[in-house]
């Protein structure tokens, strides 16, 4: 870690989890449903960036609105 530089981890209303070691799943939200393609495409960017790979066929969407 030491090697790494910035902010690990979520912040979540006023909550911020850093033991993310060993995620290997995410829950992204978006308000606006024309912005989840947008979206998904900064996190696969994101996680590119730390040798993690985006697994399109396993990934769902849910409208919970």
Same mark, same amino acid.
């Given at each position: #870690? $030491? +090697?790494? $530089?910035?902010?690990?981890? @979520?912040? /979540? ?5 850093? &033991?993310? *070691?060993?995620? &290997?799943?995410?829950? /992204?939200?978006? !308000? &606006?449903?024309?912005?989840? !393609?947008? %979206?998904?495409? +900064?996190?696969? *960017?994101?996680?590119?960036? #730390?040798? /993690?790979?985006? $697994?399109? %066929?396993?990934?769902? /969407? !849910?409208? @919970?609105?």
């Amino acid at each position: #870690m $030491s +090697r790494c $530089s910035g902010n690990f981890g @979520i912040t /979540l209303g006023g909550a911020v989890f850093t &033991d993310l *070691d060993y995620a &290997d799943d995410a829950v /992204l939200f978006a !308000q &606006d449903p024309g912005r989840w !393609q947008a %979206e998904l495409k +900064r996190f696969d *960017d994101a996680a590119t960036t #730390m040798g /993690l790979h985006t $697994s399109w %066929e396993k990934t769902k /969407l !849910q409208n @919970i609105g």
